[in-house]
């Protein structure tokens, strides 16, 4: 028997369309990437998307075509959002920091019709473009005076498309499973995988978002999301602020600790989110200048583990909550997030911190089990580890244009490529991914614990570890470190420093500093450029055991 | 072209797995009817409901059967909730209140299988059951030991039942539009009609109840629903609880002021929720003995209009904020919630409580409009007043059984039945029931105006307003007041104070001082009994113009 109930899609459109009515005067506030900031109101940024989704239309885009941005987290960004999804089509984000090959493949495979670039990125276009036969035609988002010199010939302005069209647009009205948004991910092999997210997911991913066990956002807060629009769609961040009339505060291309700390102070901004390379730079400004942000409540953290260190020192020096979170582009991101169980304020820094410093608990709709390799279920006792799979509705049930998925369990479950921990109060943590473990002499060493650790130092801004062949023990970890500005550490010292912190077998024999560590796309350390170089000797040892 | 997301129905049970999994430990605390404090966590509450769906399985039950429940407030009708619709059957909840044959009436519409009630209703049920051919079985909601003298032969024990099943029971997926609960709202006039729940609607309800706009309730909390369970599921918010883990406290019977200041204290409860009838009484009690609930922070209002005078009350006299919201059994009942506009803040009290006082601003997912008599919007001025229409995934698309429903447009529209007036920062307030309306000289008074301006009377307890014909005005008000306990006050004193508040053409030259005020199954007053009663002669005014 089915209820009676109205029968009522699940769309982006009501989300802009609440934000208009309920939430008009307040504000997107971006720092443009041609310098001055910009204020715009959720009411003008509806009333945008609707002269963007008439435009779109005049170009010929229709419901399921993709129209690709490379993009900073602006106003105009979020007006693509909206503009396109809302009418039916398909916004493919592009994360400029692609190898141009790989950039190339994505807006190939995604057969974009449109591309839609901030002038950061026009020069590298114009390289690109010969190689796009799809691309029918450039938008440069900006206004007219200030389009660029190398603008394609066929090249349109953001700004012209839209003063020539009227606000007067009629979000279509289609199945909540239709397409809104695609992303592809950097996987370290392969070629990129194209994520295709729906309707209903996106506004799913919103509620979870805002529950209080995850990050609720009032109409009162000012969220500046640094994790870039051009990532998993910022984390989900400019559809659930807003749902709930949450300021939005843009940086644009400004993402140094000097223009946040700036943008933030100006803004009031109460809540902040990105991956924690950000925060390192931010603190270091932080302590560097005495400057703080009074206003800021709240950082979220995801994208790779929050450091331990990390998290105290939001919290002890600043005053400022940590929450942890983890998630995947397969999973339009949000997975857990760390959250103090309720009882738990009042236990000792250890125990609180110690929670904290795991990937968190599961959001409402996010199914999560660690099994072992016959797919068995393992305990939660907090110790026993096994592959992380997941499951619900915000999740990814395959790829674009593949037939095929090894991810994918014939029985609905998505294998994240974590190896996890789960413990009596549902809180998961993240031992390795599957194939960063490191197995010497039968056990198990996890590259991120061991990384953490070494993170703690003072000395240290940034570590990571591989596995190495080891005659012995098959495998040994390695520890590659960039030392913090003017900081004097040896190989000694930091293993002296990670004996009172880890068991005396994961000690690595080799410590390695180097200048920089190898990052990926998405600001994640790329091991395999690590193991590479180790194997053609170019990353050696400065200590030996 | 659809989205690759995985195809995750949206149901109940999924809400109840994810608190005894990520929330196992938080309570469900009841003050039985039998007289004890019964404790209970969201896993013994999950692995209950599991009980109770093996053994309704046992007694013949499936999907789309209906089980009804005429019940309070407890952990046991919790598990109802859960366990009847979580096994793909439909909870038929029952409102003691309403007159034996409309009880009868309504069970025999819905023809339930079985019938759960609690050892007040007993007595009932045995005079009661042979008028009810459909129901095969009565479940009375208690212990062996408990069990009632007048027990019908063939009933049977709650605790009995779960005692003999294993929690061994895995929740059935199917399609989430199926049939989750059946409500019948008590109209005024005609049979009582049905509104059929599905766990789509359900689901969604509880993601909108939990946003930061709406009633976010966290882990922290500790909610107190005094709205019943036989009310329109108790507004939600057994499933909005479980959803975020936050603590339920159940109050059983004991809805005096006494009753539920003690349990509020013992249980350290900070929200809670019910209709303005329960706060008079509640605000007495803490005036009369000094007592209050150092942990309650908030209190949800709804049902009837809350007077502004007992918005300040609980403001100013006990620091308590009060949300004020509104919705309908054909809404889930959750339509708009009053909290103040973010930067309102600071506002003079007299502007923020004028706010306050209004029904609120929808919540997302609510669509609401305006329109005059020839369904054309209306502006949102705050002044205009027309016919209120809403419509989202929530709100019900017809009535069970019926072909035919004269409040649903062509166009997917509910109209609500009430007149509202909306302004231009989204709140909403309801001017009256169209039927309560008073036309008078050709110009419209407010019912519910007049009304709430004599209850800011510190002598008025009560009050109700009807038009009462009229030849030379058409209509003109009748005030029908209670006075509160040793209050001495006349006509014309209610006059002079009202005469500051209203229009003087509003003034009432009828002012009835009554015992009581007719007062129906959900708590509101009658208005057609009034009417009945001055038609007859039996309501008749005190003091003339």
Not at 373 to 400: C, M, N, Q
Not at 492 to 508: F, M, Q
Request: hydrophobic share 40%; glycine share 8%.
């Amino acid at each position: 028997m089915r209820g009676l109930m109205m029968d009522r899609p699940l769309l982006i459109s009501t989300i802009l369309d609440h934000a208009a009515s309920v939430f008009h005067d307040r504000e997107i506030v971006t720092r443009t990437v041609e310098g001055p900031i910009h204020r715009e109101t959720y009411a003008g940024v509806a009333n945008r998307s609707k002269q963007l989704a008439n435009a779109l239309t005049d170009l010929g885009i229709g419901q399921g075509d993709r129209v690709a941005t490379i993009a900073w987290n602006t106003n105009r960004h979020v007006e693509l959002y909206y503009g396109v999804s809302g009418m039916g089509a398909v916004i493919h984000t592009i994360n400029p920091r692609l190898h141009p090959a790989q950039m190339a493949f994505v807006i190939n495979h995604a057969e974009a019709r449109i591309l839609c670039v901030d002038l950061t990125f026009a020069p590298l276009v114009a390289k690109l473009i010969d190689q796009l036969p799809k691309v029918e035609r450039v938008i440069y988002l900006t206004d007219r005076a200030n389009m660029p010199a190398d603008a394609l010939d066929n090249g349109l302005c953001y700004e012209d498309l839209l003063a020539a069209q009227s606000t007067d647009y009629r979000w279509p009205e289609f199945d909540e499973n239709t397409a809104s948004a695609l992303c592809y991910t950097s996987g370290t092999t392969g070629d990129p995988k194209g994520v295709l997210y729906s309707h209903r997911a996106t506004v799913l991913h919103a509620f979870g978002f805002s529950l209080p066990s995850a990050v609720p956002m009032a109409e009162s807060d000012a969220m500046l999301p640094v994790v870039p629009q051009f990532h998993v769609l910022a984390w989900g961040i400019p559809y659930a602020a807003a749902m709930n009339g949450t300021k939005l505060v843009m940086p644009g291309p400004g993402l140094d600790g000097a223009s946040l700390t700036q943008l933030m102070r100006d803004e009031e901004v109460t809540i902040t989110a990105g991956v924690p390379t950000i925060w390192h730079g931010l603190l270091a400004h932080w302590r560097q200048t005495g400057e703080t942000v009074p206003s800021l409540k709240r950082v979220i953290i995801g994208g790779s583990a929050a450091p331990r260190s990390m998290i105290e020192a939001f919290q002890d020096e600043f005053g400022i909550t940590v929450l942890h979170a983890w998630g995947m582009t397969e999973m339009s991101p949000l997975g857990t997030v760390s959250l103090l169980k309720a009882g738990m304020e009042s236990a000792d820094a250890d125990k609180r911190f110690g929670k904290l410093a795991k990937q968190g608990r599961p959001v409402y709709g996010v199914e999560m089990k660690i099994v072992d390799e016959h797919d068995r279920p393992l305990p939660h006792d907090g110790t026993a580890f096994g592959a992380l799979k997941v499951r619900g509705p915000w999740i990814a049930s395959g790829y674009y244009r593949l037939d095929h998925s090894d991810n994918h369990d014939t029985d609905g479950w998505f294998d994240t490529g974590d190896v996890a921990t789960m413990d009596d109060d549902a809180y998961m943590q993240i031992t390795d991914r599957k194939k960063d473990l490191i197995k010497s002499g039968g056990e198990w060493i996890s590259s991120i614990d061991l990384e953490n650790a070494a993170m703690g130092h003072p000395a240290i801004a940034q570590a990571a570890v591989i596995g190495i062949p080891d005659e012995k023990w098959d495998e040994r970890p390695l520890l590659a470190v960039v030392k913090t500005a003017d900081a004097t550490v040896d190989a000694d010292a930091v293993r002296t420093y990670l004996s009172e912190k880890v068991a005396k077998w994961w000690l690595p024999e080799q410590i390695v500093f180097v200048e920089a560590l190898p990052i990926g796309a998405t600001g994640k350390v790329l091991k395999t450029k690590l193991r590479a170089a180790y194997a053609d000797g170019s990353l050696s040892g400065e200590g030996g055991a």
